[in-house]
T-cell receptor
């Protein structure tokens, strides 16, 4: 079952504009991560925000986390054509036992950046 | 390049057959994860291994099994294949105990005809 649900499912913007994607989840988490996937390729980790953090920055990426609302957002500033990809949020939940956890992915937001 | 390798890149087979997908994790990573990505189900966690032992299980069918060998490479075995098993299968690896980022391989695209 899906834990994270991204919104919108698809987003089309002009180069230079900002792109905002949202993610909602249902259960308590250790952390929330955002990944990027170019068509048919492997996922690439972008950024991780822990459950006790509210905001994190990495280059042109800004992630926020609101655990009371069980939601997160990913902002990509000054978008480029090369940012065209699918973006997934993934929530990390622990299993019992050290090092046992799983990532549960949403269905992703497909971002198209038009040159 | 994530450092995770998967073979083969593409696999075409028939219903009822059995296939084996192989994954080599990044050097030093002890944990291996398998995921299935399909259009209707999205990216689904299947199973996690750590240093040869199963650690977590997700939505893995009984027809599917996995193992991790002493050299830390892992294999995912899919048997009695059905049309609905057609998907991209990803392997990922990570450092144990951090609940941190996972490094994904390029995937194996399985087509069941």
């Amino acid at each position: 079952s899906q834990q994270g649900e991204e919104d919108p499912q698809a987003l089309s913007i002009q180069e230079g504009e900002n792109a905002t994607m949202n993610c909602s989840y249902k259960t308590s988490i250790n952390n929330l991560q955002w990944y990027r996937q170019n068509s048919g390729r492997g996922l690439v980790h972008l950024i991780l925000i822990r459950s006790n953090e509210r905001e994190k920055h990495s280059g042109r990426l800004r992630v926020t986390l609101d655990t009371s609302k069980k939601s997160s957002s990913l902002l990509i500033t000054a978008s480029r054509a090369a940012d065209t990809a699918s973006y997934f949020c993934a929530t990390a939940q622990s299993y019992s036992g050290a090092g046992s956890y799983q990532l549960t992915f949403g269905k992703g937001t497909k971002l198209s950046v038009i040159p | 390049d994530s450092g995770v390798t998967q073979t083969p890149k593409h696999l075409i087979t028939a219903t009822g057959q059995r296939v084996t997908l192989r994954c080599s994790p990044r050097s030093g990573d002890l944990s291996v994860y398998w995921y299935q990505q399909s259009l209707d189900q999205g990216l689904q966690f299947l199973i996690q291994y750590y240093n040869g032992e199963e650690r977590a299980k997700g939505n893995i069918l009984e027809r599917f099994s996995a193992q991790q060998f002493p050299d830390l490479h892992s294999e995912l075995n899919l048997s009695s294949l059905e049309l609905g098993d057609s998907a991209l299968y990803f392997c990922a690896s990570s450092v144990l105990g951090t609940a941190g980022e996972q490094f994904f391989g390029p995937g194996t695209r399985l087509t069941v005809l």
